[in-house]
């Protein structure tokens, strides 16, 4: 019994540990080929400049990318 109710307890756990890391994942490595196709200048680690350059790319992004890029604003 004791089993059991730790597995549906972890696979209840699982949905929301996967949506947690998801959203940990830094917008350079989401938009990897949205950057340097649109923002080849800026420095990765400039998330500010770097969501600058894609917002004025929005647009022309991929879905991915749009979607990490309007979860950060």
Do not use: F
């Amino acid at each position: 019994m004791k089993t059991i109710t730790a597995l549906l307890l972890a696979l209840a756990l699982l949905p929301s540990a996967a949506h947690a890391q998801m959203q940990h994942v830094p917008i350079a490595g989401v938009c990897g080929w949205d950057i340097q196709q649109y923002c080849k200048g800026i420095n990765p680690h400039r998330t500010r400049e770097l969501k600058e350059c894609l917002g004025k790319h929005e647009k022309d992004l991929y879905p991915r990318c749009r979607d990490k890029y309007k979860e950060g604003k």
